[in-house]
């Protein structure tokens, strides 16, 4: 079974550092990419970035280019998205997702369970 | 990049049918038939409906079918349930720099 399990859920200060994990398992790690979405408390779904854990490529959406860092660590099969000074502003669930497809024609599936982030001083 | 356009809140009868709209621009939905569609149920995570605009995975009721007409997309759920209570979401490819935008979201509200 295809499976992506993500780290417990975090209380951070404003300024603290956070690095969040995704595990996958049950396919090819390195062949497929991994997506992550932000959802802040009450909103809608927000594409964040995109890694390829074969050689780490790395895209950002414009909105968090610079706000957060995607990276890979493909000998353990997980991907991770961290911070280096949070703000309440991050306070937020937030789901990684494989990109199925190939080129243009992808989709997301399937999602990991999510990681409640909650930063207040 | 701006976010797809989908209605706030759908609602509709068990046994009815109902149909939520995704508007984008030439540049994503109108480009492409490349529209997913995500159901999230409340505090779950989302999952795949449709892909590619009208393809369903193994294991989705065949109640669910998605379209595309010009700079909108379409999710149907036909003979509505009590469990397709939830909040969809439809994606799109929107190009090169900006890669992919969710639309609004949709609360489909079963009476």
């Known amino acids: 079974e295809v499976q992506l399990v993500q780290s417990g859920a975090e209380v951070k200060k404003p300024g603290e550092s956070l690095k969040i994990s995704c595990k996958g398992s049950g396919y090819s790690f390195t062949s497929y990419w991994i997506g992550w979405v932000r959802q802040m408390p009450g909103k809608g779904l927000e594409w964040m970035g995109i890694?390829?854990?074969?050689?780490?490529?790395?895209r950002y959406s414009p909105s968090f280019q610079g706000q957060v860092t995607i990276s890979a660590d493909k000998s353990i099969s997980t991907a991770y998205l961290q911070w280096s000074s949070l703000k309440a502003s991050d306070t937020a669930m937030y789901y990684c997702?494989?990109?199925?497809?190939?080129?243009?024609?992808?989709?997301?599936?399937?999602w990991g369970q999510g990681t409640l982030v909650t930063v207040s001083s | 990049q701006s976010a797809l356009t989908q209605p706030a809140s759908v609602s509709g009868s068990p046994g009815q049918s109902i149909t939520i709209s995704c508007t984008g621009t030439?540049?994503?939905?109108?480009?492409?038939?490349?529209v997913s569609w995500y159901q999230q149920h409340p505090g779950k995570a989302p999952k795949l409906m449709i892909y590619e605009g009208s393809k369903r995975p193994s294991g989705v009721s065949n109640r669910f079918s998605g379209s595309k007409s010009g700079n909108t997309a379409s999710l149907t759920i036909s003979g509505l349930q009590a469990e397709d209570e939830a909040d969809y979401y439809c994606c799109s490819y929107a190009g090169s720099s900006t890669f992919y935008v969710f639309g609004t979201g949709t609360k489909v509200t079963v009476l």
């Open positions: 997702a494989r990109r199925e497809g190939s080129g243009i024609w992808v989709w997301f599936d399937p």
């Open positions: 890694i390829y854990p074969g050689d780490s490529d790395t």
């Open positions: 030439s540049s994503d939905v109108g480009s492409y038939n490349l």
